[in-house]
């Protein structure tokens, strides 16, 4: 469906926005849009656990590590918590891959729909109060409803996903969501506790002046990657690097930029995983008129092979995530 079609005036509530979207579709039988709210839904549960942290004894670690090797914080669980219930209650969901698990979680095989989330994402920034996320993707199982549940069901490419989105638990907290025709940014109003449409087709600037990536690792980038920091550096692009992908992803898709996270010693095939982060932000923002590679390849087209899967993320607007596919060509 073309965007035009969609009827998505500033400041409708998400309910609305939902709504007008499934009469669109005649065949649409309610699961996709109650799996969208039941996501929306836990994103306000979250979002108020992580405004009172502080005076719940909520931040800090547990003294575990995730299937990352991260170590996980409170809110880590609490957010996997809230998310996994909800989806598994709402009856919308056959199996979930997440952050937090070492394994997909099997729910229902009478159900149509896969999510792939990382629950809270950059939560080491809670306890100095910098802004974190939550992404996810949501996919169509290719098995029949009622078989049971397949590998070919949740390890699928990026460029099957039917919904991509993030919540920026930031300043303000937003739900940003592409259902492949258009990105739209809904804000937070926790008074009235409802999202509103703040952003309407959402457009990377295609030249950006803003380079995201932890510098402390330049040592071990690869040639190509370097070069490309030090054309950054020799053409005017300021380096801004919070160290919270939502929100490194959200200023440079609002303000143009590329965030990177290229393989480094530590990380030899980058740190970021392909099934719940890179692949929702790259549907993203390529539905914003950006793009995502791994450096080459189109994040969408690659084929995972694990549920956390890594691969080495460059992500933002075009002419410089094509740059570095430039330096990296040359050898
Ligand atoms: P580094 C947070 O752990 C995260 O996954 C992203 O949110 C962030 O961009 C990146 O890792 C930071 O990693 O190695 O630069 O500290």
């Not at 638990?169 to 259902?179: F, Q």
């Not at 190509?224 to 030090?230: M, S, T």
């Not at 965030?259 to 982060?277: D, V």
């Amino acid at each position: 469906m073309e965007e035009s079609r969609i009827a998505a005036p500033i400041g409708i509530p998400l309910d609305r926005f939902i709504k007008s979207n499934q009469d669109r579709f005649p065949t649409a039988t309610g699961e996709f849009s109650q799996l969208l709210r039941d996501i929306a839904l836990s994103g306000k549960v979250v979002n108020r656990e992580i405004n009172k942290a502080g005076l719940m004894n909520l931040a800090g670690s547990i003294g575990t590590k995730n299937i990352a090797g991260d170590d996980q914080q409170k809110l880590d669980v609490l957010a996997n918590i809230r998310f996994s219930r909800a989806l598994e209650k709402g009856g919308e969901v056959c199996a979930i891959i997440s952050e937090e698990e070492e394994h997909v979680i099997e729910v229902n095989k009478n159900s149509k729909y896969v999510v792939a989330i990382d629950p809270l994402d950059g939560s080491s920034n809670i306890d100095v109060n910098v802004s974190i996320g939550t992404i996810f993707s949501i996919y169509k199982r290719r098995s029949s409803v009622g078989a049971v549940i397949t590998r070919e069901d949740y390890l699928q490419p990026g460029n099957t996903q039917v919904l991509a989105g993030y919540l920026l638990y930031g300043s303000s907290t937003m739900l940003v969501i592409t259902m492949g025709y258009g990105v739209f940014g809904f804000t937070y109003d926790p008074s009235l506790g409802e999202y509103f449409l703040s952003h309407t087709r959402m457009k990377i600037p295609v030249e950006g002046r803003i380079y995201s990536v932890n510098e402390g690792s330049y040592h071990s980038f690869p040639d190509y990657v370097k070069q490309f920091i030090e054309d950054c550096r020799n053409n005017n692009c300021s380096g801004r690097y919070i160290g919270s992908l939502v929100a490194d992803f959200h200023r440079n898709l609002l303000k143009g930029g590329i965030y990177m996270y290229p393989s480094t010693a530590k990380n030899p095939n980058g740190k970021l995983r392909l099934m719940y982060e890179c692949n929702a932000l790259a549907f993203i923002i390529e539905q914003a008129g950006g793009a995502a590679t791994d450096g080459e390849k189109r994040i969408l087209d690659i084929a995972p092979t694990d549920i956390h899967q890594q691969v080495p993320f460059f992500v933002g607007s075009t002419s410089m995530v094509e740059k570095v596919a430039d330096f990296k060509g040359r050898g």
